[in-house]
């Protein structure tokens, strides 16, 4: 007998169906059906073809207010993504049919760890949030400016005299890093493009000739995020970031876990120990897929550094699809 899986499609930090960044969502089976490998995972979310898939396992009879998902690109499994992680909450507390999700449901597993999980107080638009979990380290190499315009040469008018030398590298948990990369202009970040030959900066430490410090050489993804401040947006009218992010040869119309790394580094490097720090990031625009993210950070004290308390990844979805796929 054939075995079929249900499944949905969510565009992400968005209310706006075809905009945001699609999800792909599959429903595992309950212990009483055959179980889904690794390796078939990674066959569907190869089919789904989208920047990430997640697989959604049943609920535990022994912990109803907790859900576990997997991450799958359609290359490898992640520990963490951001528009996985807030499209998962919003199935559980906005889409789900299972009434129970949206009352009982409080936390999300993934690889990196769990996740509180909560709607956003007063939000008009089923805005939900993730306290997601963070490891959070500014490496100690930084990213030449020749390095990256070798890379991206389109940026040479922008880069090429009088910037800044470097970029520094930042990880919010080990597995996904990024390279900050401030611009002076949405002058600038309209002209980026895909990295020469699709070239992707390789997950290793310094001493291999990588950026990361030793020990945060993991299997992962370094990207690197492109972003302008204190732009003026005419849909919200507030002051947000415009980012961008355009990893091989594609560009992602919304990257979670960049953006809550731009959020924690801008937020550790500028904000008091004792406040909390919060950043309407938009992405996408230039693709056509405008995303709206929100990361809130709070900043304490370890003796005389600051460190990080919470970090809170903020977004809607919207459904787009549904049906069953064929194992």
């Known amino acids: ?20 960044n699609p999800l792909g969502v599959v429903f595992l089976p309950d212990s009483s059906s055959t179980p889904i490998t690794q390796e078939q995972k990674q066959l569907i979310a190869q089919e789904f073809n989208l920047s990430e898939t997640i697989f959604i396992h049943p609920t535990s009879q022994s ?10 690109t359609t ?24 009434e129970a999700d949206k009352t009982n449901v409080q936390t999300l597993i993934t690889k990196a760890g769990p996740f509180a999980i909560s709607r956003v107080p007063g939000s008009q638009s089923g805005a939900v949030a993730a306290k997601i979990a963070h490891n959070v380290h500014i490496h100690s190499s930084r990213f030449a400016v020749s390095e990256l315009l070798r890379l991206h040469p389109s940026l040479v008018p922008f880069l090429g005299q009088g910037g800044p030398d470097s970029f520094p590298v930042f990880s919010i948990v080990k597995g996904m890093s990024q390279v900050l990369v401030e611009l002076p202009s949405l ?60 990893l091989r040869n594609i560009e992602d119309p919304a990257t979670g876990s960049a953006a809550s790394g731009l959020a924690s580094y801008l937020a550790l490097t500028g904000a008091e120990a004792g406040s909390t720090a919060e950043f309407d990031i938009v992405q996408g625009v230039e693709m056509g897929r405008r995303s709206d993210i929100s990361v809130a950070v709070t900043v304490g004290a370890r003796g005389q550094e600051k460190k990080i308390e919470t970090v809170e990844l903020r977004g809607s979805a919207v459904k787009v699809t549904s049906g069953e796929l064929v194992i």
């Open 75 to 98: 290359t490898e499994e992640l520990p963490f993504a951001g528009h996985p992680t807030i499209g998962a909450v919003s199935w559980f507390l906005e889409h789900s049919a299972n």
């Open 1 to 20: 007998m054939v075995q079929t899986l249900r499944f949905a499609t969510l565009d992400v930090f968005t209310t706006q169906p075809y905009s945001g």
């Open 63 to 72: 912990s109803p207010s907790s859900r576990t998902i997997d991450i799958f």
């Open 187 to 246: 002058e600038a970040l309209a002209a980026t493009e895909c990295p020469v030959s699709g070239e992707v900066i390789p997950c290793k430490s310094v001493a291999e000739g990588g950026y990361l410090d030793a020990g945060w050489e993991e299997s992962g993804l370094v990207v690197v995020y492109f972003y302008v401040r204190d732009v003026y947006d005419e849909t919200t009218g507030k002051k947000v970031i415009r980012s961008r992010m355009l």
